[in-house]
């Protein structure tokens, strides 16, 4: 069914342009505004042209920050995806259990990021960690402040444990609107459980799919909090994401000129990316 | 399913849950230890259980302010982000208007866009206009990228209820506010319940933001923590309870939605 054309709905959306214009558009200007200018301060600005551009283009330290942080985006996509389709999967349908359940995953998604930050790290120390005393205990050698694997690994299993929950509860409702009568029609052709995951389950589970590879994609991209609480960027640069880069030279150093021009390419990588995500997903979904 | 398959699941949630709630269990854990005991003794529970670190956070209030300036942005930014949502969310879903798609799409894009980027021009912006340190500051913000999220999710929850419904208010003489407001939107209320859930989160756990925007009037309780971590890093007890009390409002949040979000997220298209 067709939408009826009515250009009266832009008085309905006006509100929200308004709000997204003050918070959105004029920062956004203002960094547009910096990037092509530099200074010798005393608010006395001239003109740069792209000159930031290329210096951010071309700087070793933005380009390993960038590998580093696509690696970091690619694991946690492959570790939280087929996790969380798992996890969905296997829990309980309805009843006092589920809800307990669904409470109970929903709570590392409410902690806030810096207090994230915080768990993992007395966590995994070693004098008073159980995680860290635990494998010390072991004989295993684990030090996170030292050594750069070890700092990613406790990384990797901090935002596995903090987001894995948020693909596990889309999945989950995503399966929850299957109607009963789909698995009836599969028990009746005597479908395999790998055939009914195929070809009922993940088709009717797609839509949520791509929210959580969406939003999974993005929030890990633009991570800030918890590694620099954790790690704080090291060991030496180990894991200084592109966030914490920035924010160093943004707030840290008052670099303005470089920092904006970093802020644009950034936010344009994610946008690239994620329009990549959307195309192939929406595209893989529409096949017949 | 046979009773093999549901003993699977059971294990497999119960290894899950574990791995999600022992790192929990550490914070609560410490929060009720001395700092002699959290350093001197290794110990899976309390020795000698105290309540002295929220004994410390409960009477101080540059400590309990941060909670409630914490709760009053996120409320604030809360409640104003459905108001301009709903409409919105209702235009994207009854009509088609002159660059309807290209707005949606530019309205998704704020949702990535990294804070980090905004962190700066944001401080600039509220400072020229004399809002820095207010909480108002805070929740407009924190809109950024909660409003998009909200009129994506309501969006979504508007377009499973049929426009046959709004045709015959119409038809019966209702106004578009009363229409709105008294039959739309009961029948989305758990759409409305899902999109509050998730402002609420993203607003609670951001820090970034909320800490580059304040100073002291409004400062939340996640910078109040930074603050004391990096003065006087040795007081994990009291580290551990204020992390232990962040967790509460959070809990109590999704033990009251509980409902609304198992069947919330299963109508809905999110």
């Not at chain 1, 832009?10 to 530099?38: K, R």
């Not at chain 1, 299993?157 to 789909?182: E, F, K, N, R």
């Not at chain 2, 905004?118 to 990228?145: E, K, R, W």
């Not at chain 2, 709004?166 to 506010?177: K, L, N, Q, R, V």
Request: proline share 5%.
């Amino acid at each position: 069914m067709d939408k009826p054309v009515n250009n009266r709905a832009w008085f309905l959306v006006l509100p929200v342009l308004v709000l997204v214009a003050f918070s959105a558009v004029i920062p956004l200007m203002t960094v547009v505004n910096y990037s092509v200018q530099d200074t010798f301060g005393n608010n006395q600005f001239f003109w740069n042209g792209l000159g930031w551009f290329q210096e951010v283009l071309e700087s070793d330290r933005i380009h390993a920050a960038l590998g580093r942080q696509l690696l970091f985006s690619a694991i946690i996509l492959a570790i939280e995806i087929p996790l969380g389709i798992f996890i969905a999967l296997n829990m309980p349908k309805r009843g006092f259990w589920a809800s307990l359940v669904l409470v109970l995953m929903a709570l590392p998604l409410l902690i806030p990021w810096n207090v994230v930050g915080t768990i993992w790290q007395v966590f995994g120390r070693v004098d008073i960690g159980l995680l860290g005393h635990t494998l010390a205990a072991l004989g295993v050698d684990y030090n996170y402040v030292n050594d750069p694997l070890d700092a990613w690994a406790t990384i990797i299993v901090m935002d596995v444990w903090h987001w894995t929950s948020l693909v596990a509860l889309l999945c989950y409702a995503g399966l929850q609107s299957i109607p009963d009568a789909y698995y009836q029609a599969a028990r009746i052709d005597q479908a395999s459980r790998w055939g009914v995951f195929r070809f009922i389950e993940l088709p009717k589970m797609s839509g949520v799919l791509l929210i959580a590879v969406l939003l999974r994609f993005m929030d890990s991209f633009m991570i800030y909090t918890e590694p620099f609480v954790v790690t704080g960027g090291g060991p030496g640069n180990a894991t200084t994401f592109l966030s914490i880069d920035l924010v160093k030279m943004a707030i840290g150093q008052f670099d303005l000129g470089p920092a904006a021009a970093f802020s644009l390419i950034y936010f344009l990588v994610i946008l690239l990316i994620s329009w990549v995500f959307y195309t192939v997903m929406t595209a893989q979904r529409d096949l017949p | 399913m046979t009773r093999r398959a549901s003993l699977g699941s059971a294990v497999v949630m119960t290894l899950y849950l574990l791995f999600l709630l022992v790192p929990i269990y550490w914070l609560v854990n410490m929060s009720l230890k001395t700092n002699a005991e959290i350093t001197g003794t290794f110990s899976l529970w309390p020795q000698n259980p105290t309540l002295r670190n929220f004994r410390v956070i409960l009477t101080d209030p540059s400590w309990y302010m941060g909670y409630v300036n914490s709760l009053i942005y996120v409320v604030m930014n809360t409640a104003l982000s459905l108001a301009v949502a709903l409409p919105a969310a209702y235009a994207f879903s009854r009509y088609r208007f002159l660059g309807d798609k290209h707005l949606f799409f530019w309205l998704l894009t704020n949702r990535m866009a990294p804070p980090a980027v905004f962190a700066l021009p944001f401080f600039q912006l509220y400072s020229a206009v004399g809002l820095f340190d207010t909480h108002i500051a805070v929740a407009l913000a924190h809109c950024l990228f909660n409003v998009p999220l909200a009129v994506w999710i309501l969006e979504g929850f508007m377009s499973g209820v049929p426009r046959e419904i709004d045709e015959t208010a119409y038809i019966d003489g209702y106004s578009f506010p009363r229409f709105f407001t008294r039959i739309f939107m009961p029948l989305i209320a758990s759409g409305i319940g899902v999109a509050a859930f998730f402002c609420f989160m993203f607003s609670w756990v951001e820090l970034l933001l909320s800490r580059t925007l304040t100073s002291v009037n409004a400062k939340p309780i996640a910078a109040t923590m930074t603050r004391t971590v990096s003065a006087s890093g040795l007081d994990w007890g009291v580290l551990a309870a204020a992390g232990v009390l962040t967790i509460l409002p959070g809990a109590l949040v999704i033990w009251f939605v509980r409902n609304y979000i198992a069947k919330g997220f299963a109508l809905g298209r999110v």
